[in-house]
């Protein structure tokens, strides 16, 4: 019988001041009741902390927001455990990024936690609810933009219970998988504006197909550069949506500057 647990996910004020980003990540406990002084110390309790692309994080809170949570639902731990590794730092151990295996590339913690996340049982729990997640989500995606390796990872990792929910043949398919994006960008826009909708829905896949590219033999642009890239993709999203619709859906102003991609991780300090 699958282990079970229930998943946390969390959020706190991402690296850049007045940033309206948070950084996410997914426990196995309540950090408001167990305060554990690094991650050695979870795994020594016999509990479980995914770093998601981020530092350790003791304790979340976020304005407005406390406790830091921004959920909590039942999961399949062994599922989890190996859709990403727990207890690992990100930066430095492979099975520890999940899918997302470029930072800032194939996406950011949002995409990693909800990697994580995946694992939930019934409706599965995302990190929808942190700050910054629409602009995030309309970049990479729900579960980021290796989408062919995250649909082999979750066959890998479920077996049997995947291809029960797959498409024709036992294949699983990113379109079978929640999205987002799409689901809070109809709920804002609704039956009034379907051709607005349609043109936000084909950027965003423009957008999608442009980020996911990669050129051979060229290492990853910095963090800076990609920071810059995904503003001027985000603009565009502004420039058609218009003010009043852009702010509805991304949860802040346009024209706001937004880094979704921390540099001290992108291009984190080589040792002496």
Known sequence: ?????????????????????????????????????????????????????????????????????IGNQPGNLALARCLVQSNADSVS??????????????????????????????TRLTVKNARGYAASSFLYGTYGLQHTAWASKIQHCSGASAIAGAGPGGVMRMQDLPDDFEEHARAVLGE????????????????????????????????DAINARNQHLIDQAALLLG??????????????????VDPSIAQPKQPE
């Open 1 to 69: 019988m699958a282990s079970t647990a229930t998943l946390y996910a969390w959020a706190t004020p991402a690296f850049a001041t007045g940033s309206p980003v948070d950084h996410t990540w997914v426990t196995t406990y309540d950090n408001q009741q167990y305060h554990y002084t690094s991650a050695a110390a979870v795994a020594a309790a016999g509990k479980d902390y995914w770093f998601c692309w981020g530092s350790y994080h003791p304790t979340g809170g976020v304005p407005g927001n406390p406790t830091g949570s």
């Open 93 to 122: 151990v492979p099975a520890a990024k999940g899918t997302i295996l470029t930072y800032g590339i194939d996406g950011v913690c949002h995409q990693l936690a909800n990697q994580v996340l995946y694992a939930t049982t019934g």
């Open 243 to 260: 003010p009043e619709h852009f702010e509805r859906i991304f949860g802040f102003p346009s024209g706001a500057k937004i880094n979704l």
């Open 192 to 223: 009034n504006e379907p051709e607005l909708l349609a043109k936000l829905l084909s950027l965003r896949g423009e957008v999608q197909s442009y980020t996911a590219q990669r050129i051979p033999g060229f290492a990853p642009p910095s963090a």
